[in-house]
């Protein structure tokens, strides 16, 4: 056995990101147990979400092991094969077979055997292949130089949102921003860009409300989705309670109803049968979660999110690998985001647009990458910092050497 | 200045990190921080803030709720025969499915996909059709055998069965494009954007999953084979037995009026003389009580709105919408008319209901409230026997040549007759009030022409169509009219109690209340024959109906008073009889604004006092304004329901302060009218003197009226309005005629009896001789 492989099984901050994981996947399989008793004919999805979950504890192993350097290697052509499948799912020739339609949207690759969704892997390439360009560059500090990183988003954002999945495709431009402020892209640069968003965000919401129909820019169900949220969480309007805000109204009432404690289960599943509430062993697992555990369980889920972000940019700031960094940077991002994606539907506080909950939903695309995250994360946090390693993102000290940070602990230091 | 507070935070912030990398990721977990932090108070908000609220909608969803029909209040008149009653019975109902045909294909189309499982998923739509096709005529076979064990279980031919099925699948069809117009809509307004698919919109609507009657009040036998049918099925696997899990058999109540057509005969013996015969005349009467019973109709939006079963959501009654086991529903019955209108909220009655936990299948129950029976003071029969000899074919509802003297300048004759009036023969319409006067019940209340529920069912257009007959339009109580000179007796009252006129005062009528100007204002008998009644006594007067003796009362008691008084008779107002009525109109006191409210002059007061000008009553109203005389001047509200207190009816007695001499005064007045030879109501002038009144042993105090009337227009010009521009299709003058009437022995009035007769011309002439046969029929029913 090599040193890395002894290496991996040292206590590191990885090591509470995987616990963190196993702990959501853990709460995730008990709503959708609670889930799967409120449906009519069990669907034993919850036993399915187990062998998912032992099948990405295998994929996370087997991430551990590879040195970054040829995981970087791959990114590159990992990146054009997910952006390949994903013109595979936009080609109109394709077999229904093969690419079926399920509720308007082409999102999976059906190979018989094992379903794909080239969306979830795109966001693990996209991460790998941005982490992978950046990692010794300081053109992004300039302008022109955040074009060629954007245009690597756009690639896969655009085809994704083409499936169409709008949630998966949104989660990318904040992923990005956190990984250039991170790889050392100027503040202001980034404050403008950020104003910028805000701006067309806030004037694209208040569109609606203000511009005719002949000049709104997003679609009529894109609008009113936007509506439904806004009245039903700030005006406590039920206009859209039985149409478009249907489901965001069922969660909202079910995240509310779980009190402090929760249902449990039996009682849980009672409520959520009769409450018909869509998806919810997957996009609205967190309802589900809430209603069974209640606010303990909700914060419990925030709380390990939070907690495993923090140990990603942990392990990225004692790491010495540009790469790792970067990476690590934008699984936390990612996970982040998502996290608030998902949580914030349940709640009321962004509209319905399609995110599941990482490691919590059901499915098994999404656990198998979630935990490939994982182990790379174990995989970097493992590996010994090369000696002669390149200061990397230290763009106002360039002639300086870097001294040691305060209250962080050198991984070298504990070798 | 600013930037120094700045520059020292960045310096505390190096120093503790100092690596730019560092710093970055300490700034990307701020940011997370601070959204988790909003994210974790959003979560509190709910579960904890909020909870409650929460809660209780997430587990309003655990109860349903069942409705238990309750029972409409019957009607029953004075004897306590049934007018309208809900018959408990049983239906036959099926599913939808069965009757569209749907459940054929669908049983078809679950055989085909289950003996091809295996290749379903590859076939095209035209190939999978083409096997459902294969196995629909099995099933289609089994429906058929269906409806014809229906058919033979009750009785109910396959023809009839067929045209039900027809009726249904149209009238769900109408609901579904209905309804789903609507959805569309709502997706319009929700997104702007049609749907893309079908999917959303094709949900089917409630009518195309649920039962409906096909056989309406099976016997009892019938019943209970089916049910034992239908209870086998649930328990059976029987391909044969399932298809009987679609059909129900389902309590209803239906609303029915077990008023029967009956045949009247008509003693004509007492009839004026042209119109007597030999035999008694056979009147088929249907529907006497049709317009004063009413009607059921399904509810309407706007009554739903007006009562909901759902009150909506507002702050006062919290998150759960009230409900109102009284309230209106979509499909639920309301009164159309009369008293199934008036009375609707005391017959309506209360649902009952069952609420059921989903969730442990436990129940609370609420039993229904039945509505309540209303026991009437109508009394059918006399109803009826009024009613047929008011029906055109027994002559005194038809206009006949001595009802208006014939001069040579008749616009009724010549080459050109002017058709809006009513010509000799043509069929009057009317009404007829009879009072008991000690208790201001009603004993009938008629209009002509009479209105049956088999016309109103079988052909509407003939009912609601009739813009000149208007069968629709009950005339005792729901036509106001021009009084005419029905009201001198209530002027001479007032102005007698007001001291304005005396016992044994005269006045002197010279043709014209001013001489010098003798074209307006005059009497009557100097318009018709030049001649003046000279000077005259009040009874006299009444007797004579003298116009410039009550021109003088209304002079000198000025409009106000007038006014005061027929308010305190109760005229221009609600009667709260227990049906629905119109109110009239008096002009109401105030500044002289806009035409529409006067203030008053002279020639008002002048023109009201003999019922002209405007004021305008019902029939009831002014049946009951003699009452009040009959009484000795004490007012009651009219009542068709006995007990009024019960159903929320105002019970009122007030003593008008009229003194007893001038009651008397006035009823001396009434009783020359119609005993003397000069009294207007004596006899029929134009067909040979004959006495008007030949009811033997009972007095009769009666006042006639001839008043001049709006002219009846239709909506000739299409505008939805009834103006001056639109054509007029009847006129001429109503004939009045009021009677008090005693029985021998009584010292005061009995009964009164008002009859009106719309532009027929002499009051005593045409409505006289109808108040005789009503008193004849007052007779034989056994009240005098």
Sequence with gaps: MSDHNWSLLRPTAAWIVAICALALSAIGIAAIHTADLSAANPTGFAQRQMIWLALGIIVMLACAFPHPKRIGAVSWPFFGVCCFLLLILLMPFMPRWLVPVINGSRRWIDLQVLTIQPSEMARLAFILAVAWFLRHRGSHRNLHGLLLPFGIMFIPAILITLEPDLGGAILMPPVLFAMLIAAGAKLRHMAALLTIVIAVAASSIASIYVLPDSMQVLRGYQRARIDATIRQTFFDDQTYVQTTGFQQDRARTLVGAGGVSGYGAERSSVILRFNRLPENHNDMIYAVIVNRFGMVGGMAVLGLFVVMCFGWLYISAMSRDPFARLVCVGFAAQMFFQMTLNTGMSMGLVPIIGANLPFVSYGGSSLIISYCLIGLTLNFAARKPEIMARKSFEFEHPSEDIPKARGFKSLSSST | ?784
């Design chain 2, 1 to 784: 200045m600013e930037a120094r507070p700045v520059s020292a935070m960045m310096r505390s912030i190096k120093k503790i990190w100092p690596l730019m990398f560092h710093r970055r990721l300490v700034l990307l977990a701020v940011m997370f921080v601070v959204i988790s932090l909003l994210w974790a108070a959003q979560l509190a908000s709910l579960t904890v803030v909020h909870a409650d609220r929460h809660r209780e909608r997430a587990e309003s969803v655990l109860e349903t709720r069942e409705l238990v029909p309750t029972r409409r209040g019957a009607i029953y008149d004075r004897y306590g025969r049934p007018l309208a009653v809900d018959r408990v019975s049983h239906d036959l109902a099926v599913n939808f499915s069965l009757i569209s045909g749907r459940w054929a294909y669908l049983r078809a189309l679950r055989e085909a996909r289950r003996v091809h499982r295996h290749q379903w998923a590859e076939l095209a739509p035209a190939e999978r059709d083409h096997l459902i096709d294969r196995y629909r005529p099995e099933y289609e076979a089994q429906v058929d055998r269906l409806w014809e064990e229906i058919s033979e279980m009750t009785g109910v031919s396959l023809t009839e069965l067929d045209q039900r099925k027809d009726e249904i699948r149209r009238r769900v069809a109408q609901i579904r494009g209905s309804v789903l117009h609507r959805r569309l809509q709502r997706r319009m307004e929700e997104v702007d954007e049609p749907p893309t698919t079908a999917a959303g919109l094709a949900v089917p609507i409630r009518e195309e999953t649920e039962y409906h009657a096909i056989a309406e009040g099976l016997d009892e036998e019938t019943r209970r084979r089916l049910e034992s049918l239908t209870l086998l099925a649930r328990g059976s696997d029987d391909p044969e037995h399932i298809i009987w899990r679609l059909v129900s058999v389902q309590p209803s109540t239906r609303r029915e009026y077990p008023v029967d057509k009956v045949v009247i005969p008509i003693d004509t013996s007492t009839f004026p003389s042209t119109l007597r015969r030999s035999e008694p005349l056979r009147i088929e009467v249907d529907g006497a009580e049709t317009l004063l019973v009413g009607l059921m109709r399904p509810v309407w939006s706007e009554d739903i709105a007006r009562r909901p079963f759902r009150r909506p959501r507002t702050a006062d009654t919290g998150r759960r919408p009230e409900l109102d086991l009284g309230g209106y529903l979509v499909g639920d019955t309301i009164g159309r008319m009369g008293l199934e209108l008036s009375l609707e909220s005391s017959l309506r009655g209360r649902r009952g209901e069952r609420v059921i936990q989903l969730d442990t299948m436990e129940s609370t129950s609420r039993a229904p409230e039945p509505g309540s029976d209303v026991h009437l003071t109508l009394d059918l029969r006399l109803q009826q026997r009024i009613q047929a000899m008011m029906h055109p074919d027994a002559g005194l509802m038809r206009s006949q040549p001595w009802h208006l003297r014939r001069d040579v300048h008749d616009p009724r004759y010549g080459e050109n007759p002017d058709r809006t009036l009513v010509q000799p023969g043509d069929p009057l319409t009317g009404g007829a009030v009879v009072l008991d006067v000690r208790t201001g019940e009603i004993l009938a209340a008629v209009s002509v022409p009479q209105l049956s529920r088999a016309q109103l069912e079988d052909d509407p257009r003939s009912v609601w169509g009739d813009v000149l007959n208007r069968p629709f339009v009950n005339r005792a109580v729901g036509l106001n009219w021009k009084p005419g000179s029905t009201l001198k007796s209530m002027v001479l009252a007032g102005a007698m109690a007001d001291g304005v006129h005396r016992v044994g005062q005269t006045i002197n009528c010279t043709g014209a209340l001013d001489p010098r100007n003798p074209e307006i204002m005059r009497c009557w008998i100097y318009r018709q024959f030049g001649q003046t009644h000279g000077h005259l006594e009040a009874p006299e007067a009444l007797a004579r109906s003298c116009n410039i003796f009550f021109y003088v009362l209304g002079r000198d008691l000025g409009a106000r008073r007038v006014i005061d008084w027929y308010e305190r008779f109760g005229l221009g107002q609600h009667q709260q009889s227990g049906v629905a009525d119109l109110s009239g109109s008096l002009p109401r006191s105030g500044p002289r604004t806009t035409s529409n409210t006067p203030g008053f002059t002279q020639s008002d007061a002048i023109f009201m006092a003999i019922g002209q000008g405007p004021v305008e009553w019902t029939l009831l109203q002014s049946a009951n304004a003699y009452a009040a005389l009959g009484r000795g001047g004490i007012y009651m509200h009219p009542t068709i329901v006995r007990d009024r207190e019960a159903l929320g009816l105002p019970v009122v007695r007030q003593d008008m302060a009229i003194p007893p001499d001038v009651i008397e005064y006035v009823l001396r007045g009434l009783d020359e009218s119609s005993n003397t030879s000069y009294g207007t109501t004596y006899r029929l002038s134009l067909l040979g003197g004959e006495r008007i009144f030949n009811v033997p042993g009972v007095r009769v105090m009666a006042k006639s009226g001839t008043a001049q009337a709006v002219p009846l227009r239709w909506d000739s010009d299409g505008d939805g309005r009834i103006t001056t521009r639109d054509q007029i299709i009847r006129q001429g003058s109503h004939a009045w005629c009021i009677a008090l009437v005693r029985r021998e022995g009584s010292d005061t009035p009995d009964y009164v009896v008002a009859v009106a007769v719309e532009f027929a011309g002499s009051g005593g002439a045409v409505a006289g001789p109808i108040v005789n046969q009503i008193l004849h029929a007052l007779r034989a029913e056994g009240y005098l």
